[in-house]
């Protein structure tokens, strides 16, 4: 109806999928990219950029907002950057650029089903 709704917090920082890091708070919402469907469920990618991996969030859409659930995507290297939501006929994937490397660094884009 055009009207936005109340800001929601999808992640703090401060874990994963009720872990806290050991580390304490990380940066994390970089490169953030948003899928919503004609349902009103929403899809996140962003990347924890203290721990260079990507996040996926998918929000389910309720009468208060939306129920978030976060998991990490895991890949080799430093990953997460430039993250996009696609629609790959029909399948939600993720893309995203990842890194890795000591003396000498490789990075490639990634797209991977969540």
Do not use: C
Not at 57 to 71: C, D, L, M, P, Y
């Amino acid at each position: 109806d055009g009207v936005p709704g109340l800001p929601e917090v999808i992640d703090d920082g401060s874990g994963i999928e009720g872990t806290l890091f050991d580390d304490g708070r990380h940066v994390v919402g970089d490169d953030a990219s948003i899928h919503v469907s004609a349902g009103g469920d929403i899809q996140v990618s962003y990347q924890d950029a203290t721990a260079g991996t990507l996040h996926y969030a998918v929000g389910t859409a309720s009468a208060n907002g939306h129920s978030w659930a976060v998991k990490v995507i895991p890949q080799d290297g430093f990953a997460g950057a430039f993250s996009k939501v696609i629609d790959n006929g029909g399948q939600l994937q993720v893309m995203n650029w990842w890194r890795k490397g000591g003396e000498t660094y490789t990075g490639d884009v990634a797209i991977l089903t969540p």
